[in-house]
């Protein structure tokens, strides 16, 4: 499995935009979907957009409208852009193999921490 580093995060202002990075070891061609993840303290992971390779997209209801996922297989990443951002969206942000993360045993990157406060 490709290992996945993120980054981008940081501490904004609500209605403030991140720009996330998800950079893989090695080519992400082969995987169908690629998603982005996020836990609060407290609170068990979620899985908040998805991309497949032929680059259609889905997003869970809280971000819909708000965040957007992309993914660009030359350069082995995917990106998150996030705008309008609420307090209830701080939390660890994490990238994974859609298909890989539901394993208890599945390899989490470091993640990137995003904070939305005033």
């Known amino acids: 499995q490709v290992q996945l580093v993120e980054s981008g995060g940081g501490l904004v202002q609500p209605g403030g935009s991140l720009r996330l990075s998800c950079t893989a070891s090695g080519s992400i061609l082969s995987i169908n979907a690629m998603g982005w993840y996020r836990q609060a303290r407290g609170k068990q992971r979620e899985l908040v957009a998805t991309?497949?390779?032929?680059?259609?997209?889905k997003y869970a209801d809280s971000v819909k409208g708000r965040f957007t996922i992309s993914r660009d297989n030359a350069k082995n990443t995917v990106y998150l852009q996030m705008n309008s951002l609420k307090p209830e969206d701080t939390a660890v942000y994490y990238c994974?193999?859609?298909?890989?993360?539901?394993?208890?045993?599945?390899?989490w990157g470091q993640g990137t921490q995003v904070t939305v406060s005033s």
């Open positions: 994974n193999d859609v298909g890989l993360a539901p394993n208890p045993d599945a390899y």
């Open positions: 991309i497949i390779r032929a680059g259609s997209t």
